[in-house]
Nanobody, 114 residues
Framework: QVQLVESGGGSVQPGGSLRLSCVVSGITFSDYAMAWYRQAPGKQRELVAIITLGFRTVYPDFVKGRFTISRDNAKNAMYLQMSSLKPEDTAVYYC????????WGQGIQVTVSS
């Protein structure tokens, strides 16, 4: 059974930081490209960051310089360090594993509000 379990979400003030974690089981973690997505109320799910098997990272412009994705293959874990958070970063954040098929976590809420 494949499981992707996110943790580390919560509420933070604008300008603050959070670190999300995703622990994966049931697949060979190092064989999968990993990513974070998010979905705000009333909006489509959007890509936040990707980290490839070779540890190459890709970010959309709206998080570039503020978010950092990383992975630890020894721990079957992926992380998203988020800083300089803005109210528009408020969303449910999802962990994603992709190879010949995709797997998703259940999502975790991040709220940025004063």
């Amino acid at each position: 059974q494949v499981q992707l379990v996110e943790s580390g979400g919560g509420s933070v003030q604008p300008g603050g930081s959070l670190r999300l974690s995703c622990v994966v089981s049931g697949i060979t973690f190092s064989d999968y490209a990993m990513a974070w997505y998010r979905q705000a109320p009333g909006k489509q799910r959007e890509l936040v960051a990707i980290i490839t098997l070779g540890f190459r990272t890709v970010y959309p412009d709206f998080v570039k310089g503020r978010f950092t994705i990383s992975r630890d293959n020894a721990k079957n874990a992926m992380y998203l360090q988020m800083s300089s958070l803005k109210p528009e970063d408020t969303a449910v954040y999802y962990c994603n594993a992709a190879k010949d098929r995709q797997y998703w976590g259940q999502g975790i809420q991040v709220t940025v509000s004063s």
